[in-house]
């Protein structure tokens, strides 16, 4: 199956991560008529919201390579800050000042632009025609839920060494023994992936033991401090990811959902936010965020310190029946880069 094309490594700025949709905004960050500069797969754009039209180009002028991002809006149009050409909100060029009023204006002057929409409170960007759809949370609408948003973190690791840490289920009871692992949690028992029907996605469920330490009733001795815990991921690629949990102990729901940004060959920012039933008040909310950096904290310790900002994805790591779900991983994002559309 391997050629010489297939892509052997996943990194922050493979080149097929072009074909597909990346959060790289709060929406609420993105204010009509300032231009924002992000930057997505190692490469700067310039994002704009004028008279609610959203843009995302390039954050590169044609003329002579100015930053957009750092010019403003004028009218309708967002103005480079060196000679302070203006485009239009298709990209177009609509005014050469030095050049004056009503003259004709240069030829091949368009800004190259991203593909940009909103969902889930933030701004996505596709650089080139995207193979897949933005992930389908189906928690989303659920009134019973409360949205618990982590601040945007940015972290020295690759988007793909996250998300395979975030699928892997075989590190609780060593990274988050401080947390919620639990040592009577360590053998992993038989477990299937079922692809989803685009093929660019997977659910696991998994039962398991965690330590509650959430549980108010654990210190009465109302509910022992091992319960049972149901999982269910959802991949989508390239790299988001829901992990719902189900304590039947306490009733709780907790659907546990990250974005990734992959910025550039060491950075990645996470967007994270958890949908509860369990956190009825503001002190409770903060409670939970708090508690789920905590967890982060233990995972990023280990990521942060892997070898290289890559995921192998042909040889160079071990996989063992255990790995099921990130072996899967790997094989959708070996697809991607090799810009295969799935059977
Ligand atoms: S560099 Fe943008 S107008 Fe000259
Ligand atoms: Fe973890």
């Known amino acids: 199956m391997s050629t ?17 949709w990346h959060p790289v905004l709060r929406s609420a960050d993105l204010l009509h008529n300032a231009p924002q500069r992000v930057v997505l797969l190692g490469e700067p754009y310039v994002l704009t919201r004028i008279n609610n039209t959203l843009t995302a180009f390039v954050d590169k002028c044609p003329h002579r390579n100015a930053r957009l991002s750092d010019g403003c809006v004028v009218g309708e149009h967002l103005q480079c800050p060196y000679h302070g050409w203006e485009f239009t909100t298709q990209g177009d060029v609509a005014h050469v000042p030095a050049l004056g009023k009503g003259a004709t204006l240069p030829p091949h002057t368009a800004l190259s632009s991203a593909r940009v929409v909103e969902k889930y409170n933030l701004v996505w960007l596709a650089p080139e025609e995207p193979v897949t759809n933005i992930i389908n949370i189906s928690e989303w609408n659920d009134a019973s839920l409360r949205h618990v948003w982590l601040e945007p973190i940015t972290i020295k690791a690759a988007a793909a060494q996250f998300i ?8 609780f009871p060593f990274v988050h023994a401080g947390t919620f692992g639990s040592g009577e949690d360590a053998n992993i028992h038989e477990y299937s992936v079922e692809k989803d029907e685009s093929g660019w996605g997977f659910v696991v469920n998994y039962e398991h033991t965690i330590e509650n330490n959430e549980d108010p009733l654990v210190a009465t001795g109302e509910h022992p401090l091992v319960q049972p815990r ?18 039947p102990t306490t009733g709780m729901v907790n659907a546990i959902v990250t974005f990734c940004q992959p910025i550039d060959n060491n950075t990645t920012c996470l967007y994270s936010v958890m949908l509860r039933n369990d956190c009825p008040t503001d002190a409770l909310a903060q409670a939970a965020a708090a508690y789920e950096m905590d967890i982060l904290a233990e ?40 810009a295969n559309i799935p059977s």
């Open 164 to 171: 395979d840490n975030f699928l892997d289920f075989g590190h």
């Open 4 to 20: 010489e094309n297939t892509p052997t490594a996943l990194t922050n700025t493979s080149p097929g991560l072009h074909s597909a």
């Open 230 to 247: 149901i999982m269910r991921y959802e991949f989508t690629a390239p790299f988001s990811c829901n992990l719902r949990l189900e304590l």
């Open 299 to 338: 995972d990023l310790k280990v990521i942060e310190g892997l070898y290289d900002k890559i995921v192998p994805l042909e040889r160079g790591q071990i996989h063992t029946r255990a790995d099921r779900n990130t072996v899967e991983f790997r094989r959708i994002m070996q697809r991607l880069l090799s």
